[in-house]
């Protein structure tokens, strides 16, 4: 995905753990976030984590009381990264002088980026909420988290809005927004037109159909893409 220049420097925030028990139990979650990843829930064993981790399977059930277990820790953990990475990336520091279609342009990259370091960090996280409704109730709020901090981030800048109600325009364009990158990041990926394009098509292609109904100002480097590729 192109560098975007307002979240250029956000990176993934990873809550440090100390004590060896923990590093342990990071071991085999790390584990089991590469198979949940690779092969889905359903499919990986104990076993398979036990395996994959060096460990044994009594060492998982001394830390785990079962797979449910290890999912809810799992996605705890991501949790907390993405807590903290979205307190960062909404932070209004952040986006002095920034308009509506530059934040709209960093909260969809945002939203689709993975942990370069863990690229299957946030999709074992996804599948861990399809198959446990208490995660997925707790994924539920951080995306309410990070929505509610795009919503006043745009809110704030409602003067630049052409359209007649400002709060219903920012209300739909999140709406059908968080409705399009559900069906991107869904596991296996919803059978869209659009989840053929790559990453930049879709986000290009997103930020300026969304500028176009609030009526606002598509971000330069936007325009200077879509004019390179016409030439």
């Not at 004590?19 to 359903?42: I, N, P």
């Not at 785990?64 to 907390?80: G, S």
């Not at 209004?92 to 530059?102: E, F, K």
């Not at 009526?215 to 016409?230: F, K, M």
Request: glycine share 6%; charged share 25%; proline share 4%.
């Amino acid at each position: 995905m192109g560098e975007q220049r307002w979240i250029s420097d956000l990176h993934w925030i990873r809550v440090s753990q100390q004590g060896r028990s923990q590093r342990t139990q990071d071991d085999l979650l790390d584990a089991a976030e590469s198979l949940f990843a690779e092969r889905g829930v359903e499919t990986t064993t104990i076993t398979d984590i036990a395996t994959a981790a060096n460990s044994s399977v009594g060492a998982i059930y001394h830390h785990f009381r079962d797979k449910t277990a290890i999912l809810r820790a799992l996605f705890d953990r991501y949790a907390q990264a993405l807590d903290a990475t979205t307190r960062a990336a909404v932070d209004p520091v952040r986006w002095q002088g920034a308009g509506i279609g530059d934040i709209l342009q960093g909260y969809i990259g945002f939203s689709l980026e993975a942990d370069p370091g863990r690229p299957d960090f946030k999709r074992a996280a996804f599948r861990a909420a399809q198959h446990d409704p208490v995660v997925a109730e707790r994924n539920r709020e951080l995306l309410d988290q990070l929505d509610q901090g795009v919503r006043d981030l745009l809110l704030a800048r409602r003067d630049e809005i052409s359209h007649p109600d400002p709060e219903l325009a920012i209300a739909f364009v999140l709406e059908q927004l968080a409705t399009m990158l559900s069906a991107r990041l869904f596991d296996p990926p919803m059978p869209t037109r659009m989840g053929q394009r790559t990453t930049d098509e879709f986000v290009r292609e997103a930020v300026r159909s969304t500028c176009c109904y609030l009526g606002v100002r598509v971000p330069s480097d936007l325009d200077d893409a879509v004019t390179t590729e016409s030439h």
